[in-house]
């Protein structure tokens, strides 16, 4: 419990210190958090989502509100 609890607290420091704005564009394995290469959509669409600046990760659904948002804010300019 202890390590998930330490992985969140890294995970949202990298989060944190990203240039932002995230490219959530790596897709990783649930369970063996490894990259994905070409991954089919049904993947994309459970799977995590790494940012290739940070390496930090969030739940593709997640992913797709953070992007949404962003468009969104483009708009305004
Ligand atoms: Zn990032």
Redesign the pocket.
């Known amino acids: 419990m202890g390590d998930i609890l330490f992985e969140i607290r890294v995970n949202n420091a ?2 944190e210190h ?7 564009s790596l897709v990783l394995d649930r369970l063996t958090k490894k990259i994905i290469k070409n991954p089919k959509p049904e993947q994309r669409l459970f799977a995590k989502l790494q ?6 990760h969030i739940d593709s659904i997640n992913a797709s509100w953070y992007k949404k948002g962003l468009e969104d804010g483009r708009v305004k300019l």
Request: charged share 35%.
């Open positions: 990298q989060l990203c240039e932002k704005p995230h490219d959530f940012c290739s600046k940070c390496d930090g």
